[in-house]
């Protein structure tokens, strides 16, 4: 609960990047990590677009299990060359207890996909580590749901948590989910945790992420979590919620009208 912590937990990084502070701090690449080129390519240009983390999954979790499963190992290591190439902090999802050790060496920050929010005994095991969780809301979490499952991680010790509103499924089919803006000034209200936005996964629709952005720093998001291709239309998965690296450019320049952004 807040009173716990009536200023807030904030979660502090290697390169003394701060969650929870008084900037906007925004993840953002690619949905899966492709190759070496794809994943270099979209870390300079998270880079310079000024963002602090590099996001992409190694470990996918997809809906078939014919589509791209994702590239494992091979993807961490690339994903720790490129971002110590480029100065970012990586974050990636993690699928099951068996990979966080595996993962440990090569990641700043593990990512608790939607998927996952409600599987107990990986969040049990997350709180035995000390390395900085991002836990996403489940496809159809309610906020008890979410506050809950932040437990399993808290209980264990690690207060190194995020929250992360990603889209819910309504009767709503137009978007790929509803992003529901309201879930982040209720649980900035409810919990010491710092809460993020994805709107990518959000809403689904590329054109429709930068506004849906916006509206999460508006409401008091204390970060972001993007997708961002450098060619969103030969992307292996979720290309088109991914922005065009100008349209990142752009939307950074329009989140520094709300807040500081970094
Ligand atoms: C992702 O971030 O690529 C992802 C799979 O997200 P979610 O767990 O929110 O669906
Ligand atoms: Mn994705």
Known sequence: GRSFRPEGTTVTFPNGVVVGG??????????????????????????????????????????????????????????????????????????????????????????????????????????????????????????????????????????????????IRTYETYTRNTMDISAIPVLKKLTHLPVLGDPSHGVGIRDLVPPMALASVAAGADGLLMEMHPNPDKAMSDGAQSLYPEQLQKLMAQLKLLAPVV
């Not at 701090?25 to 994943?39: H, K, L, N, T, W």
């Not at 999802?93 to 050790?101: F, P, R, T």
Request: hydrophobic share 40%.
């Open 22 to 167: 008084k900037e906007v701090v925004v993840m953002a690449g690619p949905c899966s990590v492709e190759s070496r080129e794809q994943i270099l390519t979209s870390a300079k240009q998270v880079a310079a677009a000024g963002a602090k983390f590099l996001r992409g999954g190694a470990f996918k979790p997809r809906s078939s299990p014919y589509s791209f499963q994702g590239m494992g190992l091979d993807g961490l290591k690339l994903l720790r060359d490129v971002s110590d190439e480029t100065g970012l902090l990586v974050i990636t999802e993690v699928m099951e207890i068996s990979q966080i050790e595996l993962m440990l060496p090569y990641i700043d920050c593990f990512q608790v996909g939607a998927r996952n929010m409600q599987n107990f005994n990986l969040l049990r095991e997350l709180g035995h580590v000390r390395k900085p969780v991002l836990m996403k809301r489940g496809i159809s979490a309610t906020i008890e749901e979410v506050l809950l499952s932040a437990e399993y991680i808290l209980s264990g010790g690690n207060y190194n948590l995020m929250l992360c509103e990603r889209g």
